[in-house]
């Protein structure tokens, strides 16, 4: 990045009651990592900016990612049974020649499959890039064009989602923004730990230096040609202030309605 193209960061807290960030589904078993992956993060911003499935990804699959737990929640798992109300067997994915599907052989009458989602998670994301791309982005999550998901369209983020612009180094940023947990959460946390004024937290950030590689770096999300790379990424524990005294210099955003305000989030 040229020293005429400055950087910015925009941070993204990501909340809700399920998420699920998969990035490997096999037969009827659909996962989900304990944090948010690249691929989902650059999927909800670039939904955000309106990009059809089929458009490039370049400058998003570029942004340098960090991700800080602050909640880690719980793995939820959705068990789901298939059948033919009438008793017969379930069709398969083979055709005849006159393109009818055939059944299944031996006769199948039940279709079993799982999913996995986290509950109850909060998470801190920084996307750091271009300054001109990172204030498009800032525009497009809170005036998002296509609905956003935490990973699935089934899993509806809570308010606020952007927490705004931030400067200096990414990691900096995540180490400096205050504990992101529910209330509930942090208050339990404050009873155990006489209202702490900083908690560890773990992150993992894009690193080329780093010892761990996922492949979780979108190329296309085009329906029939999805394709991925890899990145280098590093974990680590940032100590982040608790927020658990009120700081007059970061004013609470509420964010308008949030239909999840009721659950704590």
């Known amino acids: 990045m040229s020293n005429s193209d400055p ?13 699920s960030w998969g990035d490997r589904s096999t ?35 570029g942004l340098c990612l960090g991700i800080r737990i602050d909640q880690p929640g719980s793995i939820l798992r959705d068990y789901h049974t298939v ?14 020649a006159k393109g009818r599907q055939k059944p299944t052989s031996p006769a199948k009458h039940t279709h079993i499959t799982q999913r996995f989602y986290l509950q109850d998670a909060v998470f801190l994301a920084a996307v750091q890039g271009p300054q001109g791309l990172i ?3 800032e525009h497009a999550i809170t005036h998002p064009a296509f609905p956003l998901a ?9 308010q606020p989602l952007s927490l705004g612009q931030r400067t200096g180094p990414l990691e900096d940023a995540l180490r400096a923004e205050p504990w992101q947990a529910a209330p509930a959460v942090r208050k339990r946390w ?5 209202d702490a004024a900083h908690i560890d937290l773990p992150a993992t950030l894009d690193d080329p230096a780093g010892d761990e590689f996922r492949d979780d770096v979108p190329l296309s999300f085009a329906p029939h040609a999805r394709t991925f790379t890899t990145r280098r990424i ?20 509420t964010g308008g309605h949030d239909p999840f305000a009721l659950l704590g989030w």
């Open 7 to 19: 950087s910015g960061i925009l941070l993204i807290r990501l909340a809700g009651p399920l998420q």
């Open 27 to 61: 037969f009827n078993r659909r996962e989900t990592r304990p944090e948010p992956t690249k691929s989902g993060i650059v999927g909800l911003l670039a939904a955000a900016a309106g990009r059809p499935r089929h458009a490039p990804l370049d400058d998003l699959a």
């Open 83 to 96: 059948s033919d109300y009438r008793g017969r067997p379930l069709l398969s994915a083979a055709v005849t």
């Open 135 to 137: 204030d498009t982005l």
């Open 150 to 158: 935490l990973g699935r369209r089934s899993c509806a983020p809570a």
């Open 190 to 194: 404050g009873r155990q730990n006489g």
């Open 234 to 253: 590093r974990h680590t524990y940032l100590q982040a202030p608790t927020g658990l005294t009120p700081d007059p210099a970061r004013p609470r955003n």
